[in-house]
């Protein structure tokens, strides 16, 4: 191996190129620019058919055509270096990334590096979450991928994996806003996620009176609107336009009648350094209106706040949403 990378065999480029990456491919021929340019264009074939979907270019799912990208650059970049290796065939490149420890170094770095970078991302700026049930809809849906800030709410034990955080309490923490949906640690075991929309701050009373929200004695507002229909619901569902105080309006759905098991409550006080959370989905998943399941949400448990939603799992494609607002009224 090592008169190879002496001698710059064309075989071993198509071992480096087509098993690892182009890129690898040229830094072995001493080829620097070229090698930061196949890296250049492996990161256009991965991000491309993403925002191609967003804007209705390319039909299909970006996914798959992704991978037929970066199979394309593979192979021609693969071919690529052949010929360009049997054109140095003999030379003996001086540059530090042509040597076989640069390379088997670049390999060994790649992975950790990246998976650094996606940790240090996942814990201080965005997380994906994929939707796993019927709790939020008609804004959220059963297979639904979204993205969910971590900075919006500062940082806690809980913002890092598996909850390891080395402090108690919350840095550079804000409040949420009341009709944020946020994703929290389940107050009662302090390991599984759950996403629900915070009604409730420190200090508000709420009650649920024949299905209708009130927030210290005032009824929200409620606009009944066509039925909703979803194939994870067996009949449509009484459909809302629900209007906070602050005129931040969502849509809920619930059994008509207002006669379910949490349409009537008693009030709940919600206390300080906590908040009160509902599913949109009222009267099919459980939120704070039950004390012995999820209970009020400590600041502590908070994660992130909602911001996109980019993957229509009814429609199969790729859509940005951001104003959840605006979305209401569709």
């Not at 650059?73 to 290796?85: D, E, L, N, S």
């Not at 540059?95 to 060994?108: C, D, H, K, N, T």
């Not at 019927?134 to 959220?140: F, N």
């Amino acid at each position: 191996m090592i008169t190879a990378f002496v001698e710059r065999r064309p075989w071993a480029t198509i071992v480096v190129s087509l098993l690892l990456s182009p890129m690898l491919g040229m830094f072995y021929l001493g080829k620097g620019r070229k090698g930061l340019a196949y890296l250049g264009v492996e990161a256009l074939a991965f991000a491309v058919p993403y925002i191609a979907a967003h804007f209705e270019i390319l039909a299909g799912e970006p996914v798959l055509i992704q991978n037929y990208a970066l199979l394309f650059v593979r192979i021609f970049g693969t071919a690529h270096c052949f010929i360009v290796a049997k054109r140095v065939r003999g030379e003996r490149p001086r540059v530090w990334f042509a040597r076989w420890y640069s390379i088997v170094a670049l390999i060994i770095a790649a992975p950790i590096l990246g998976g650094l970078a996606a940790l240090v991302i996942r814990t201080a700026a965005f997380e994906p979450y994929n939707i796993p049930s019927a709790s939020m809809l008609p804004t959220l849906r059963v297979g639904d991928h979204v993205l969910v800030s971590k900075y919006s709410y500062g940082y806690s034990k809980h913002s890092f994996p598996l909850s390891l955080g080395p402090f108690d309490g919350r840095i550079f923490g804000t409040e949420p806003a009341r009709g944020d949906i946020a994703v929290f640690k389940l107050p009662s075991d302090n390991r599984t996620d759950y996403i629900k929309r915070i009604v409730g701050l420190p200090g508000d009373r709420i009650r649920m009176v024949f299905g209708v929200l009130h927030i210290n004695d005032q009824p929200v507002g409620r606009r009944r609107i066509e039925d909703y229909l979803s194939p994870s619901l067996k009949v449509g569902a009484a459909q809302y336009v629900e209007t906070l105080p602050s005129d931040r309006h969502y849509r809920v759905i619930e059994e008509p009648g207002g006669l379910g098991m949490l349409d009537n409550t008693a009030e709940f006080l919600v206390p300080k350094g906590h908040y009160f959370v509902l599913a949109d989905n009222r009267d099919n998943a459980a939120d704070s209106r039950v004390m012995n399941q999820i209970g009020f949400v400590p600041a502590e448990n908070l994660i992130g706040r909602l911001e996109v939603i980019f993957w229509n799992s009814v429609e199969r494609k790729f859509e940005f949403v951001t104003d959840f607002d605006r979305q209401a009224e569709r």
